[in-house]
């Protein structure tokens, strides 16, 4: 059985940091591309950032781009988002997502809430 849990969310203040991490079980971690998506409320789920299997790229939204990192441990099987001068517009339920090919596989999510 395949099980993605998020954690770090939390409320923090605008310009703040937070750190998430998604640790992956019951599949080949190494196998998957592993991202992050976020879901506003009232709105769509949208894409935050993407690392491949290995590592060595990674992609992001125009939104955070500067603002997060995106990195994984394979000898963990976890995968984190670092995000710094974080901004109200971030608040939201972040999902971590692993893909490869047609198959996915997403977390529960965790919440993060800037307050201004």
């Known amino acids: 059985q395949v099980q993605l849990v998020e954690s770090g969310g939390g409320l923090v203040q605008a310009g703040g940091p937070l750190r998430l991490s998604c640790a992956a079980s019951g599949l080949s971690f190494s196998l998957y591309a592993m991202a992050w998506f976020r879901q506003a409320p009232g709105k769509e789920r949208e894409f935050v950032a993407e690392v491949n299997w290995i590592g060595d790229r990674k992609t992001y939204a125009d939104s955070v781009k500067g603002r997060f990192t995106i990195s994984r441990d394979n000898t963990k099987n976890t995968v984190y988002l670092q995000m710094n001068s974080l901004k109200p517009e971030d608040t939201g339920v972040y999902s971590c997502?692993?893909?490869?090919?047609?198959?996915?596989?997403w977390g529960q999510g965790t919440q993060v809430t800037v307050s201004s």
């Open positions: 997502n692993a893909n490869r090919g047609p198959v996915n596989y």
